[in-house]
């Protein structure tokens, strides 16, 4: 996905992240996995047009504040259980392209621990608006 940097439509833009966000989710379909909450780290990537978050008298309105993306992993969260982790990436990807100056967005999950013989197991997505 580091390829997306080269995209035409992102050339103007700037690169928002969060970057392994660690939060306990009620997430998996297997029994087991419906017992306790699992960790997963989340990271997302935003792609703003510099004409939108450029600011001008160093303002937190004049940018995408990172609240707005921690925010929205907490409510995508707080719905309750999610089976996939698919899932839970293509709802988080639609609700950080909802945001009005967001242009493209990258959202990946990870479940570290979910096998003893590697690091993560996970889902990424990838979004630009037309």
């Known amino acids: 996905m580091s390829s997306l940097l080269l995209h035409p439509a ?22 087991f996995e419906k017992q306790a909450a699992q960790r ?6 935003l792609f703003v047009p510099l004409a939108l978050s450029t600011p001008k008298a160093d303002e937190l309105d004049e940018v995408v504040d990172y609240d707005f993306i921690r925010s929205r992993v907490a409510e995508r969260v707080a719905r309750g259980h999610i089976q996939l982790q698919e899932t ?6 639609a609700m950080m392209l ?3 100056k967001v242009r493209a967005a990258r959202v ?11 690091d993560a197991v996970g889902v990424e997505v990838f979004g630009l608006k037309e």
């Open 10 to 31: 992102l050339r103007d833009c700037r690169r928002l992240f969060l970057r392994d966000y660690a939060v306990m989710i009620d997430i998996g379909v297997h029994d």
């Open 40 to 45: 997963v780290l989340i990271n997302v990537e």
């Open 88 to 93: 839970l990436c293509d709802d988080l990807l």
């Open 98 to 100: 909802a945001h009005p």
């Open 108 to 118: 990946s999950t990870a479940k570290p621990d979910v096998y003893p013989d590697c």
